[in-house]
C-alpha cells in the first residue's frame, strides 16, 4: 500500500527534501523532513521508529536480570552505563549494601566507556563535516578501550558485565595494567585530535555560530549532557546526584557559554580529559572485596516507585520503574537523553544552512536506537 | 642522440612517415588519428593509476595499507574496477532526457583529452604547439562545466539537480582565480605559448623569477585549482554526507567511470600546468640533464606527481567548506589578492627585479 | 526548599491535591485533570519552587485508569517533585497539555498518545510517533491484545 507523506505547511517556492533513513549522515535509522528554500531550512521533522524494539513492553514481562540485558541495546555506546542505572535502581530498591570494590570497578569501567563513546563521536564527526581521516584514528583509540572491554567483560560492545547486585565476573589480572597503558597512550593522541581538528580554520568556521542554543531553551528542551553544558546549563548527573564511586573523585564539570556547535564540541573534548584524571584516581585503588552480592535468584521489588538517574555519554539517562511486589515491574520507563536532544533539532536548524544540520546533528551526538528504543 | 631526438616529435615523425605511402591530405588524417590514440590510451593508462596512488595515499594516511592483493603492490586493482564497471546495468531513470543525459559525460572526457594534448612533455614532445596555449586551456575547462549542468539537468533528480548548480558556481567562480594567477606569470614570459614558456625558464624558474608575487599567484593557483576539479575541501558538490552523491548519483558503470576518471585526469592536468608554468615543465633543476632531452619526461612527471601528492593531502585532512564560505573565499578574498598581486608582478617586471640565472 | 515545606506551599494554592510521600523518594503530588495546567504554570512560574525541568513524562496505565506521571526538577533550588494526574474514561481520555511550559513535553506527549492514546488538547502536532499513522491501538495499555506481535509467556 503507497503511503503518501503531505506537509500541509507546504507553500509552493518551498522545496521538500526527505534525508534518511538510510543517510550517512544521520547516524542510525532517523528520517528527517526538510523543507527548504533554496539552501536555508526552514523545518525539520524527525520521523522516527524505524528501530523501535518496545523494550519497555517487553519488559512488563521480564524479569529485572533480563531488563538488564535489553538495556545494552538502548544506547550502544555507553551500555556499560545503561546497565549501570537498571542495577542501581533495583539495588536502591532492595535497599541492597554494596561493597565498594563493585562501585569503583563500575565507575572506572564507566568512564572508559564514556571515553570510547567519545572517541567514536569524534571521529565520525571529522567524517561528516568532511575530514574523511578523523574516522580512522578514532576508531584505533577505541580498539584498544574494546580489547580491554573483552577481555574483562567478555564482549566489546553489549558488555552486560552488571547484574543486579554486582558484577557478573570479577575482573581479569590484566585490567589495571591494560588500562594505564592505554592512559598513557591516550594522553598523548589527545592533543594531536586538537592539532588535526579543533585548530583548524575551515573546521572552526562550519562550527561557530551554528546551530545556536541558549541556556533557558536548553532548560526547557530537557537538553542534558553535553549539549545542556554546552549551552551553560549545569546538568552533570555525576555531580549533583552522584552515584556508585563518583563521590569520592574529583573532577571539573565542563561547561561553556557560548551555546554553539563549537562550544558543544569543545564539551565533550575537555570531558574525556577530566575522565582519564577519574580513571587515574581510581585504578590504582581497587579495593579487594566480593564482586557479587548474593541476591534471590527470583528478585522481586518492594511496592513503590524508584527512580534513578545516570550520565550516559549522551546525558542523563534516568529508569523509572512502578513495582506492585511481582517478580515484573509493572512499568517501567527509560527517560532516553537522545529523545529531548532530538527534540532540539528544529529549534536550532531552522534559518541555517543544510551544511549547518549536518554539522550541529553531529554535535548533538545521536545514538537512534536509544530514542527509538 | 639524433634518433632520440626525431622520435620525441612525434607528430612531424609519423606525419614524414606515412606521407611516404600515401598522398598528403590522408597522411595527415591517419596522423590525426594515431596521435589522437595514443593520447587516448595515456589518458586511460594515468588515469587508472592514478585512482591507484590515490587509494594508497588516502590508506597511508588512515594508517591502513590500500589495495595490495590484486596484482603486486595492487597495481592491478583499477583494471580489475575498471572490468567490473564495464560489465555493470547501463540504468537511467524513466523521466531523464535520454540524449542530455547520455552527452553528458562525454563533454567532460573531451575536455580532458583536448587540454591534455598542449602540454610539453619534454622537447618537442608536444602534440599541439599552439601560439595561444594557457588561453586555449583556460578555454577549454569552461567548457567541462557543461558536462556538469547536463548530467545533473538531465538526471531529473532533486539531489542531482542541487549538486550540478553548486558545483556550476563553485567552478565557474574559481575559473576566474586560475585565469588571474596565471596570467601573473604571463608578465614575466611574455608569451602564451606553453613551449616558449618553459624556453624562458632556462634562466631560472618562474617562480624563482618572479619571487613574492610568484609564490603567492602559487598559492592562489592550488587553491583555485583544487576548487576546480570539485576535489576536498571544496567537495560539496559530492560530499556523501550530505546530499546524496551530487550531480552523478543517477550514473552507474561506464558512464559514471568517465565522470570518475576525468575528476582525477582534471587533477593531473591542473598539476601539470602548474609544473610547467611554474616550476619549469620538463627542465631539470640547474640544469644537470638538459642534454639528454627524453629525461624531461621524468623530471616532468616527477614535479606534477609531487603536486597531484599535494592536493591528495589536503582532501584526506581538512573538513569541507560550505557553499556561501566557499564562494566567500573566491570573491572577497582571492579575486582581490590576485587583483594586487598582478599589480606588484607588473611593477617587479618594469623594474627588471626579476630574478634571472 | 524540604518535602515539608514544599507541601505547604503547593497545598496553599489548589486545596483540593492529595500528597503522599510513601513507597517513593520525592513528594508525590496528585491532582485533578481540569486542575492540572494551573498547577503546571505555578509550579514553573513561582520563584520559590522554580521547576523548569521537566525530566521524565511518562504515561502509566493504572488499571482501571489511565494517567501520567510528570517529574519535575529546579535547576535553581535543585528539588524534586513529581505530579500524577489521572481520567478514568479510557474511551477517550484527554488531558491538557503543558508544552508552552516545558518544550520538552511536545515529544514526550506524542509518545503518550502514541502508546496509550491520551489526547491533549493544544497540543501543536498531536499524531503518532513511533508506530505508522495507521496502527490500530494503544500498545502500551493493559489490555492490548495482539496475536501476531506479541509474545505471553
Known amino acids: ?373 | 642522440m639524433n634518433t632520440m631526438n626525431i622520435a620525441l616529435n612525434i607528430t612531424q615523425t609519423i606525419q614524414d612517415l606515412l606521407v611516404g605511402m600515401m598522398p598528403e591530405s590522408v597522411a595527415s588524417i591517419v596522423t590525426m588519428v594515431v596521435i589522437a590514440l595514443i593520447y587516448l590510451i595515456i589518458f586511460a593508462v594515468a588515469g587508472l593509476y592514478l585512482v591507484l596512488l590515490e587509494r594508497k595515499v588516502a590508506a597511508w594516511f588512515q594508517l591502513r595499507i590500500g589495495p595490495n592483493r590484486v596484482g603486486y603492490w595492487g597495481l592491478l586493482q583499477t583494471m580489475a574496477d575498471a572490468l567490473k564497471l564495464v560489465s555493470k546495468e547501463l540504468t537511467g531513470t524513466v523521466k531523464a532526457d535520454k540524449f542530455l543525459y547520455n552527452l553528458a559525460p562525454y563533454f567532460v572526457i573531451v575536455t580532458s583529452l583536448m587540454a591534455l594534448a598542449v602540454f610539453p612533455f619534454t622537447q618537442e614532445f608536444q602534440a599541439f604547439d599552439i601560439n595561444i596555449g594557457i588561453f586555449f586551456l583556460i578555454a577549454i575547462s569552461s567548457i567541462g562545466v557543461i558536462g556538469i549542468l547536463l548530467g545533473g539537468w538531465s538526471s531529473n533528480n532533486k539531489f542531482a539537480l542541487i549538486g550540478a548548480m553548486r558545483s556550476g558556481v563553485q567552478t565557474i567562480s574559481y575559473e576566474l582565480s586560475i585565469g588571474l594567477s596565471l596570467l601573473t606569470m604571463v608578465l614575466i614570459t611574455g608569451s602564451l605559448q606553453l613551449s616558449e614558456i618553459v624556453e624562458v625558464q632556462k634562466s631560472g624558474w618562474l617562480i624563482v623569477q618572479g619571487h613574492i608575487p610568484a609564490v603567492i599567484a602559487f598559492m592562489i593557483y592550488m587553491i583555485a585549482g583544487t576548487a576546480e576539479t570539485n576535489r576536498a575541501p571544496f567537495d560539496l558538490v559530492e560530499a556523501e554526507s550530505e546530499l546524496g552523491a551530487g550531480f552523478h548519483t543517477e550514473y552507474s558503470g561506464m558512464k559514471f567511470a568517465y565522470f570518475f576518471l576525468a575528476e582525477f585526469i582534471n587533477m593531473f592536468i591542473i598539476a601539470a600546468i602548474a609544473t610547467t608554468i611554474f616550476f619549469g615543465g620538463w627542465l631539470s633543476p640547474f640544469g644537470i640533464t638538459d642534454s639528454i632531452p627524453w629525461l624531461g619526461i621524468f623530471w616532468f612527471l616527477g614535479k606534477t606527481l609531487v603536486l597531484v601528492f599535494l592536493m591528495m593531502w589536503f582532501r584526506w585532512t581538512f573538513p569541507r567548506l560550505r557553499i556561501d564560505q566557499l564562494l566567500t573565499l573566491e570573491w572577497k578574498y582571492l579575486l582581490p589578492i590576485n587583483l594586487v598581486n598582478i599589480v606588484i608582478m607588473a611593477i617587479i617586471v618594469w623594474l627588471n627585479l626579476t630574478i634571472k640565472f | 526548599m524540604t518535602n515539608e515545606a514544599l507541601q505547604n506551599l503547593i497545598s496553599s494554592w489548589i486545596p483540593e491535591l492529595e500528597f503522599s510521600e510513601e513507597a517513593s523518594q520525592f513528594i508525590n503530588i496528585t491532582v485533578q485533570p481540569e486542575q492540572l495546567y494551573q498547577l503546571m504554570l505555578k509550579l514553573k512560574t513561582n520563584n520559590d519552587t522554580y521547576f523548569d525541568y521537566l525530566f521524565c513524562l511518562s504515561g502509566v496505565d493504572w488499571e482501571p485508569e489511565l494517567g501520567v506521571v510528570y517529574h519535575l526538577e529546579s535547576t535553581k533550588h535543585r528539588h524534586i517533585v513529581v505530579v500524577k494526574v489521572k481520567t478514568s474514561d479510557r474511551e477517550n481520555p484527554t488531558l491538557d497539555s503543558v508544552c508552552d511550559i516545558w518544550k520538552t513535553a511536545e515529544f514526550h506527549e506524542r509518545e503518550v498518545f502514541d502508546f496509550f492514546g491520551i489526547k491533549f488538547n493544544n497540543h501543536p502536532n498531536l499524531k503518532r510517533l513511533f508506530l505508522t499513522d495507521e496502527w490500530e491501538g494503544f500498545p502500551l495499555r493493559k489490555d492490548y491484545v495482539d496475536e501476531i506481535n506479541m509474545v505471553i509467556k
Open chain 1, 1 to 373: 500500500m503507497e503511503k503518501v507523506l503531505v506537509n500541509n505547511n507546504f507553500k509552493s517556492e518551498e522545496y521538500f527534501i526527505n534525508m534518511g533513513p538510510q543517510h550517512p549522515a544521520t547516524h542510525g535509522v532517523l528520517r528527517l523532513l526538510l523543507t527548504i528554500d533554496g539552501e536555508i531550512i526552514k523545518k525539520v521533522e524527525p520521523d522516527l521508529g524505524y528501530i523501535h524494539r518496545s523494550i519497555e513492553k517487553m519488559s512488563e514481562r521480564d524479569s529485572y536480570q533480563q531488563i538488564v540485558h535489553l538495556t545494552d541495546r538502548m544506547d550502544y555506546l555507553s551500555s556499560h552505563i545503561n546497565n549501570e542505572a537498571v542495577c542501581l535502581t533495583v539495588e536502591n530498591a532492595l535497599q541492597l549494601e554494596i561493597p565498594d570494590r563493585i562501585k569503583v570497578i563500575r565507575t572506572i569501567i564507566g568512564e572508559l566507556t564514556r571515553i570510547a563513546s567519545h572517541t567514536l563521536w569524534w571521529g565520525v564527526m571529522g567524517m561528516d563535516v568532511g575530514a574523511l581521516t578523523t574516522y580512522f584514528y578514532g576508531f584505533r583509540d577505541r580498539e584498544m578501550i574494546n580489547d580491554i572491554f573483552e577481555e574483562t567483560c567478555g564482549a566489546r560492545l553489549t558488555m552486560n558485565y552488571n547484574i543486579p547486585g554486582g558484577l557478573m565476573f570479577d575482573i581479569h589480572p590484566n585490567f589495571v595494567k591494560r588500562t594505564k597503558e592505554f592512559i598513557t597512550h591516550f594522553r598523548t593522541k589527545l592533543p594531536e585530535y586538537d592539532r588535526l581538528l579543533t585548530g583548524n580554520v575551515i573546521f572552526q568556521k562550519r562550527m561557530k555560530g551554528v546551530g545556536m542554543l541558549s541556556k533557558e531553551d536548553a532548560i526547557s528542551f530537557g537538553a542534558s549532557g553535553p549539549v545542556g553544558r554546552g549551552s551553560g546549563y549545569s546538568c552533570d548527573v555525576r555531580k549533583h546526584h552522584p552515584y556508585s564511586a563518583l563521590d569520592k573523585v574529583t573532577f571539573k564539570e565542563i561547561l561553556k557559554t557560548e551555546g554553539d556547535s563549537f562550544a558543544r564540541y569543545q564539551v565533550r573534548i575537555e570531558e574525556m580529559w577530566e575522565s582519564m584524571s577519574i580513571i587515574e584516581q581510581l585504578i590504582d585503588n581497587i579495593p579487594e572485596g566480593d564482586h557479587q552480592v548474593t541476591t534471590n535468584a527470583v528478585i522481586k521489588l518492594p511496592k513503590g516507585e524508584f527512580y534513578q538517574k545516570v550520565e550516559t555519554a549522551r546525558g542523563e539517562l534516568g529508569v523509572y520503574v512502578i513495582s506492585t511486589g511481582t517478580k515484573n515491574p509493572y512499568r517501567i520507563k527509560f527517560r532516553s537523553p537522545g529523545f529531548s536532544n532530538l527534540s532540539l533539532l528544529n529549534h536550532i536548524a531552522v534559518g541555517g544552512k543544510i551544511g549547518d544540520l549536518v554539522a550541529s546533528m553531529a554535535t548533538l551526538d545521536l545514538v537512534i536506537p536509544d530514542i527509538d528504543r
